[in-house]
């Protein structure tokens, strides 16, 4: 089994191109920062025996449509929020891009990009300090035909045209991480009444299925960060298109299903915890990360990414990370056979 490592952001939503400012004109930030001491950093986690690495690109959309472009609150419309325009995405956000793609070719390692998170649907945060910056509110994108297909042409295809100078480092194109944070299911249930619950299932379906229909016709695998096991069926992720399929594991199921996917076509798991965090009760006192390396691959994963290399992380109330030497040893162990 090979193991990669979401990365999974320096700065999340604001990567790449232009940094968001504050009113008083200050940037929040310099453009691409992650880029200061990435070459040692992927250096790193080649010596560790990683493949990969995979990497938020427009986050919660914080860089993505501001000022004149950001969304707003339409009150005639239940409080919903709107995204008029998609724009187009600038020449330093493609700069940027093609940045990370040429230094992971130079460190041996691939890329797996997710396009967007599910905070880029969920109801829009405007930013004290910053009045031309909207975090997410982006919903129109997946609900809207013409907003979708404006967004597919202007920023999904740029991004695979550079790619394609990078054909044997992207291992795969992620269209959207955990839709179903965002997703209002049919039938009855709770999901009407969750504001964070923005797009219909269909839409969603249907936003996956054009998106991965263009990934896989530029050449690439086409994947999506399902965040459960249970949804690759309920949503039927081989009717989607989907050429790499995708789950999350944070200890449910309690018994990890073995692999059984076409090998063409193979299931992964894009995200586990390597800090305890909650425990997989197939592996009752053993909660290392080694132990979690075994046991999936036993199950027959060819692929699975660590969760994650962000150390911020480890402070959480709830920590799912554990990026300590200890860890990265662990990591080492088993890459090393």
């Given at each position: 089994?090979?193991?990669?490592?979401?990365?999974?952001?320096?700065?999340?939503?604001?990567?790449?191109?232009?940094?968001?400012?504050?009113?008083?004109?200050?940037?929040?930030?310099?453009?691409?920062?992650?880029?200061?001491?990435?070459?040692?950093?992927?250096?790193?986690?080649?010596?560790?025996?990683?493949?990969?690495?995979?990497?938020?690109l427009l986050g919660d959309g914080t860089s993505y449509g501001t000022d004149a472009e950001r969304p707003h609150l339409d009150a005639r419309d239940n409080g919903q929020w709107r995204f008029d325009v998609c724009p187009p995405l600038t020449a330093e956000f493609l700069a940027d891009f093609e940045l990370l793609l040429g230094a992971c070719a130079a460190a041996d390692?691939?890329?797996?990009?997710?396009?967007?998170?599910?905070?880029?649907?969920?109801?829009?945060?405007?930013?004290?300090?910053?009045?031309?910056?909207?975090?997410?509110g982006r919903s129109d994108v997946i609900v809207d035909p013409g907003k979708r297909r404006d967004f597919f042409a202007r920023v999904l295809g740029p991004l695979?045209?550079?790619?394609?100078?990078?054909?044997?480092?992207?291992?795969?194109?992620?269209?959207?991480?955990?839709?179903?944070?965002?997703?209002?299911?049919?039938?009855?249930?709770?999901d009407p009444l969750d504001a964070k619950k923005t797009v219909p299932r269909e839409a969603m379906r249907e936003f996956i299925r054009d998106g991965t229909a263009l990934i896989n016709a530029a050449g690439f695998r086409s994947t999506v960060g399902f965040a459960a096991y249970p949804t690759?069926?309920?949503?039927?992720?081989?009717?989607?298109?989907?050429?790499?399929?995708?789950?999350?594991?944070?200890?449910e199921p309690a018994a990890i299903p073995r692999q059984s996917f076409d090998p063409q076509w193979p299931l992964i798991v894009g995200e586990f915890a390597t800090a305890a965090h909650r425990p997989w009760p197939e592996l009752g006192p053993s909660q290392d990360v080694l132990s979690r390396l075994r046991l999936l691959s036993a199950k027959d994963f060819p692929v699975a990414f660590l969760w994650s290399r962000n150390r911020a992380e480890e402070a959480a109330s709830e920590p799912a990370v554990?990026?300590?030497?200890?860890?990265?040893?662990?990591?080492a162990e088993f890459t090393r056979g």
């Open positions: 089994m090979r193991v990669g490592v979401n990365y999974a952001w320096h700065n999340y939503g604001w990567d790449f191109g232009l940094p968001p400012r504050r009113d008083s004109g200050k940037d929040w930030g310099p453009r691409a920062a992650f880029a200061t001491h990435l070459q040692e950093e992927l250096r790193e986690l080649r010596r560790l025996g990683l493949f990969a690495v995979r990497w938020f390692l691939q890329l797996l990009p997710s396009l967007i998170d599910f905070h880029f649907c969920f109801p829009g945060l405007p930013v004290p300090g910053s009045s031309g910056i909207v975090k997410c695979l045209e550079v790619a394609a100078s990078y054909r044997d480092t992207l291992y795969a194109f992620e269209l959207i991480n955990e839709p179903e944070w965002c997703t209002r299911e049919p039938g009855f249930n709770l690759l069926a309920r949503w039927d992720s081989v009717d989607l298109g989907l050429s790499l399929h995708q789950f999350h594991y944070y200890g554990d990026w300590s030497e200890r860890t990265r040893d662990l990591v």
